[in-house]
């Protein structure tokens, strides 16, 4: 429920109270699943930019230098 409320107001820039209506759930709540998602994602985040490294499953290509 927290990935597609995510989902409806980041991506499909819906406004939080209509993406809680969409999903059922009252905005107060769809507040509370925001914040705490957004909190996960920021310290995901912090993680991966201190180990300079890409997460498990995904893939990291390298520019190609022009010279």
Not at 40 to 45: G, S
Request: net charge neutral.
């Amino acid at each position: 429920m927290a990935r597609a409320l995510f989902l409806r107001v980041e991506e499909m820039k819906q406004h939080p109270e209509l993406a809680a209506r969409a999903l059922g759930i009252r905005p107060g709540d769809a507040g509370y699943l925001l914040a705490g998602l957004r909190e996960d994602v920021a310290k995901e985040l912090v993680l991966l930019l201190s180990t300079k490294r890409p997460p498990k499953g995904t893939t990291c290509e390298r520019e190609i230098s022009d010279e």
